[in-house]
C-alpha cells in the first residue's frame, strides 16, 4: 500500500489552506474522494445521462445497467446473498429510519424493549425514541466499560427477553471503539431480538460481512467511504423486508395503481420510490472498486498504525485527556485542558489542518463522559504520521497561545 501514490488519486489534497499544505483529518465526517469516483459520475451525466428502468431507449439502458450493477457491486462487497437484499438510500440516517419507521411501528407494543448504547449516533437515537413514542416500547441503554467500550456482560444483562431490537453501532464515530456485533447479535437471537447494525464508520474501514456478522439489517453512507454524498444503502434479510411496508410512496415502488388501492413491486424497487439516485449509486461503485483495489485489509491495517501512533504521539501533550479504548479504529478524540474543542480547531485550522470539534451528534455520549464537547481527528486511507505530527505540533502551539499568549 503506496500512500504516495493513494495520495495522489484525491486531487482536493494538493492545495494549501491558509499558507500550509492541507492536512485532512476528518474523514469520520466525510471522506475525501478519489479520481475514480470523480469521473465516474461525470461520464454518467457525459454520457448517458437517463432515467431507469421504465425507458427502452440506449441512454436508459445504459443507466440501468449502471445503478443495478452499483447494487450488485454493494452486495458482494457486503456479502449479502441477494441483490434484493439492497436497497439503496440517502444514507445511514435514511437507512435506520426506514428500519425504525417500517419494521419498529409493525413489530413492537407496549412492553417491548428497543436495546441501543450510549455510543450511539443521532441517527441511531432519535428515530428509535420515536417508536418508542408512537408504539409503547421501552428504550434501553448499554452502559459502557471504564475505557469506553462494551462488556458482553452488560449486553446480556440489558437484552432481556422482552427486547424486540437491538441497534449498535460497529465502529463508535467518537470513541473509535470496534463494537463486538456478532457477539452482540446472537445474544440477541437467542432473546428473540432482531439486531440492527450501523456500519457508517466501518464499512470504509475494513471488510463487513453481513452474513457472517448474522445481523438482519445493516446500514452505511457512501460519503465516508469515497463516493459521493446523498447516497447510501440498507442491507436487510430478505425474510424480513419482504414482510415490511414501504415508507415512501409515489413512482419507481408500485406495481399496479388503481383508483383506491396500490400494489408495490418486488425487492428491492418497492423501498425505492422515486426518482433514484442513479449518479450517487455509480459513483459508490466506482468507490467500492477503488476501495477493493487497494484492500480493506490494508486500509484497516495502516489505519490502525496511525491511531497507535496518534493516541502516542497526542498523550506525550501536557493537558490532553483522550477519550476511547487503546484499540481503536483511525478516530482519536480529545479535550486540550482549559481550551475549548472550537477554539482548538480554529487554531488548528489556521495552520492547514481540518479536525472536528463539537457533539459529533453524539450529545448523549457526551453527556455520559461529563463534557459539553470534545475535538476529533480522524483517519483514512490517505493520511500519514506525518500529518499526525503536524497536528501535535500545532496541538502543542495551541495549548501554549491559550495558556501564555504570543
Known amino acids: 500500500m503506496n500512500i504516495s501514490d ?20 476528518d474523514s469520520a465526517a466525510t471522506s475525501q474522494k478519489p479520481l475514480a469516483v470523480i469521473e465516474a459520475i461525470e461520464k454518467y451525466y457525459k454520457e448517458y445521462n437517463s432515467n431507469v428502468h421504465r425507458g427502452v431507449h440506449t441512454l436508459g439502458t445504459r443507466a440501468t ?53 450510549y455510543m450511539e449516533h ?25 475505557d469506553h467500550a462494551l462488556s458482553l456482560e452488560e449486553v446480556k444483562s440489558t437484552i432481556t427477553s422482552n427486547t424486540k431490537i437491538v441497534s449498535i453501532m460497529q465502529v463508535s464515530n467518537v470513541l473509535g471503539t470496534i463494537n463486538p456485533v456478532k457477539e452482540i447479535a446472537e445474544i440477541a437471537h437467542a432473546n428473540g431480538a432482531v439486531m440492527v447494525v450501523d456500519g457508517a464508520q466501518s464499512t470504509p ?53 388503481n383508483l383506491y388501492e396500490s400494489t408495490w413491486k418486488e425487492l428491492p424497487w418497492k423501498f425505492e420510490g422515486g426518482t433514484p439516485i442513479i449518479a450517487g449509486a455509480i459513483g459508490l461503485g466506482a468507490a467500492i472498486d477503488f476501495l477493493e483495489e487497494v484492500g480493506l485489509d490494508n486500509i484497516q ?18 493537558g490532553i485527556t483522550i477519550y476511547g479504548p487503546k484499540e481503536r479504529a483511525g478516530v482519536v478524540t480529545f479535550n486540550i485542558e482549559d481550551v475549548h474543542p472550537h477554539d482548538v480547531a480554529t487554531v488548528v485550522d489556521a495552520d492547514g489542518i481540518a479536525i472536528r470539534a463539537g457533539h459529533h451528534c453524539a450529545q448523549p455520549l457526551m453527556k455520559y463522559l461529563n463534557v459539553s464537547s470534545t475535538a476529533r481527528a480522524s483517519f483514512y486511507l ?17 495549548k501554549e497561545y491559550f495558556t501564555n499568549g504570543f
Not at 443495478?68 to 444514507?91: D, P
Open 122 to 146: 443521532h441517527s441511531n437515537i432519535i428515530p428509535w425514541q420515536q417508536v418508542a413514542k408512537e408504539t409503547g416500547a421501552t428504550l434501553k441503554y448499554i452502559s459502557l466499560t471504564e
Open 205 to 257: 474501514h475494513m471488510k463487513v460481512d453481513v452474513q457472517d456478522l448474522d445481523c438482519d439489517f445493516f446500514a452505511f453512507s457512501g460519503h465516508k467511504m469515497g463516493g459521493p454524498t446523498g447516497i447510501g444503502a440498507l442491507y436487510g434479510k430478505k425474510e424480513l423486508l419482504e414482510k415490511m411496508e414501504p415508507i415512501e410512496f409515489g413512482g419507481e415502488m408500485i406495481d399496479f395503481v
Open 382 to 398: 490517505y493520511n500519514t504520521e506525518e500529518e499526525v505530527d503536524k497536528l501535535v505540533s500545532s496541538l502543542i502551539k495551541t
Open 65 to 117: 445497467d449502471g445503478y443495478e450493477g452499483a447494487r450488485e457491486k454493494v452486495r458482494k462487497f457486503i456479502n449479502a446473498k441477494s441483490t434484493e437484499e439492497i436497497i439503496f438510500t440517502r444514507g445511514t440516517t435514511t437507512a435506520l429510519n426506514t428500519v425504525a419507521a417500517s419494521y419498529g411501528r409493525a413489530n413492537l407494543k407496549p412492553g417491548d424493549e428497543i436495546v441501543i448504547t
Open 301 to 318: 491495517a495502516h489505519e490502525h498504525k496511525l491511531a497507535q501512533y496518534a493516541l502516542d504521539r497526542l498523550s506525550q501533550v501536557d
Open 6 to 25: 493513494i495520495r495522489k488519486q484525491f486531487p482536493i489534497l494538493d492545495q494549501e489552506v491558509n499558507g500550509s499544505p492541507l492536512v485532512y483529518l
